[in-house]
């Protein structure tokens, strides 16, 4: 069972390259002049979230709640909402050990051809 | 007439097809969502078919139940009794089913409902200080300000000004009375109908419930249908004191 600690201090680099990115729903919804509040992703990751707590010891939901809110407020600060909530359940998967961040990265460079194909 | 964002595409014989505004970048954050969740399904930290339901579970989450209860509750006195006295009964009476929210169980939401009946003295709100805990199955998901440690933290100190800054000014002689919600334990707001919707239908009722009135932030009025935008304030060092 992981224990409350601070990972706000675990730098990964592959979250920080994209919070620093910066191709955030509300900017992207302003610029297609799509009306949808979040983006479509969001229901996905709220399932994973409760998916996470029902599975409960890998990072149980209180861990992960507290997580994000020290995350966002320090780490991903310039990061709006949902998507600062994604980056800091990636980042506390990272610095808890459960998700390698090499095939996280690997696994993105795979998963972004696939959607472009046409 | 036209929205301003409605956008038409140009047809081989020169005529225009309607067509709905979409997002036509793919975003990191969506690539970072699928790696992420393949990577756990295949670490058997939990099924796609488990991941699925969820979100089929979630897409249909919204604050219209919620609303039907409370409109019910201010045009029927035995519903109301059934509500205050027996939340979740009251709950399967519109088509929610607290035990069996999703059909295969969400332990974060399987828990104990409150309904709290304001009064003309006294006045609820409602708040997770350890979370975001929330009446999920009848609310929706919860909006951003309500997970914010700003917003947790405040509202059991200082209730009346977090209400001012929401826009909701009682009188002194209300009391206010905040509701800590957690794992086990979830309320909702039963707010006072509105002077002038005595004749009102059950529908009607229900358009000017808000989610903000549930959860004790807003009042109803008639003409208000929506929720306010509200500011989302950071935190200082929201983490420190747990």
């Known amino acids: 069972m992981p224990d409350d600690r ?5 730098r990964v680099q592959t979250l920080e390259r994209i919070a620093a990115h910066g191709q955030v729903w509300s900017q992207l919804a302003s610029k297609y002049g799509v009306g949808n509040p979040v983006p479509p ?4 990751l709220d399932a994973m979230c409760d998916a996470l707590d029902r599975e409960g010891i890998t990072l149980p939901l209180l861990i992960r709640r507290h997580d ?5 407020d320090q780490v991903y600060k310039a990061v709006p909402f949902p998507e600062s909530q994604l980056l800091a359940l990636a980042h506390s998967l990272i610095a808890r050990n459960v998700i390698d961040e090499a095939a996280l990265a690997d696994r993105m460079e795979l998963v972004r051809p696939r959607l472009e194909s046409r | 007439m036209a929205d301003e964002n409605d956008r038409f595409e140009t047809l081989p014989d020169g005529g225009q097809q309607h067509s709905t505004p979409m ?7 969506e690539v970072l969502e699928i790696a992420l969740r393949e990577l756990a399904i295949e670490k058997g930290l939990f099924t796609a078919e488990e991941h699925r339901r969820y979100t089929e579970f979630v897409e249909q989450l919204g604050p219209a139940p919620g609303a039907r209860l409370v409109a019910k509750a201010w045009r029927d006195p035995d519903f109301k009794q059934l509500a205050r006295q027996d939340a979740i009964a009251a709950c399967r009476e519109i088509g929610v089913d607290w035990l069996q929210p999703t059909g295969f169980g969400t332990p974060s939401d399987f828990t104990s409902l409150q309904v709290l009946e304001d009064t003309p003295t006294l006045h609820h709100v409602i708040v997770c200080t350890l979370c975001s805990c929330y009446p999920r199955p009848i609310l929706g998901n919860s909006p951003e300000w309500y997970r ?15 209400l001012a800054e929401f826009g909701l000014y009682l009188p002194e002689e209300v009391e206010i009375r905040v509701e800590d919600s957690n794992s086990k334990h979830r309320f909702l707001v039963l707010p006072l109908q509105p002077p002038g919707t005595e004749d009102w239908t059950e529908q009607q ?24 935008d509200r500011p989302v304030h950071p935190a200082i060092h929201p983490a420190e004191n747990y």
């Open chain 1, 6 to 10: 601070d990972v706000s201090n675990v």
């Open chain 2, 148 to 162: 914010t440690p700003n917003y947790r933290r405040r509202m059991v100190r200082w209730p009346r000004q977090v």
């Open chain 2, 23 to 29: 997002v036509d970048e793919i975003t990191d954050f």
């Open chain 2, 205 to 228: 009722l229900a358009e000017i419930v808000t989610r903000d009135c549930m959860i004790g932030v807003a009042l109803p009025k008639p003409g208000v249908t929506s929720n306010g």
């Open chain 1, 68 to 72: 994000e809110d020290r995350l966002s």
């Open chain 1, 41 to 44: 992703w969001k229901s996905s």
